[in-house]
């Protein structure tokens, strides 16, 4: 294992925790530093989401396809538009929110699996994305059953 891959797993995995703390404490129905913990974790999905799509952008110059890399950098805009939505409907609605950010994650992780080339993507990255998106669509999930309860 690479010492870059070994970075990027650590990174990918303590980018999980502070999803996981907000569970926590949504699930305590405690506030988090004073804050409402769904909405904590609402702005870091947000936040981490948009992270995703500006990184589609350095990819995005791989595909030889014009057409390919054009779409491509539209679904980015709108993945980030998407995260910025979600921030804001954590303010009105938060089960649409979890739902808007939750499946953010999903798509953006198939649109990198169906647009880029595995010869140019390394497994151990696209395990470690495929892992990850799956924890954090679980824990977007395991907030709303959290809140309905």
């Given at each position: ?68 890399r054009k ?61 990850l ?8 999930l ?8």
């Amino acid at each position: 294992m690479s010492t870059t891959s070994s970075t990027a797993k650590i990174l990918g995995w303590l980018g999980v925790l502070p999803f996981i703390i907000s569970v926590w404490y949504t699930f305590q129905q405690s506030s988090f530093l004073g804050f409402y913990p769904p909405f904590v974790f609402l702005v870091y999905s947000g936040t981490i989401l948009a992270f995703l799509s500006g990184a589609l952008w350095g990819r995005i110059y791989e595909q030889e396809n014009r057409t390919q890399r054009k779409r491509l950098l539209l679904m980015s805009n709108c993945f980030a538009l998407l995260a910025f939505v979600g921030v804001l409907l954590s303010n009105l609605y938060i089960p649409m929110a979890l739902a808007a950010l939750g499946s953010g994650f999903w798509l953006i992780w198939r649109l990198e699996v169906l647009s880029f080339n595995s010869d140019w993507t390394s497994e151990w990255y696209l395990d470690l994305r495929k892992q990850l998106t799956y924890t954090v669509v679980v824990l977007h999930l395991l907030e709303l059953v959290i809140i309905w309860l």
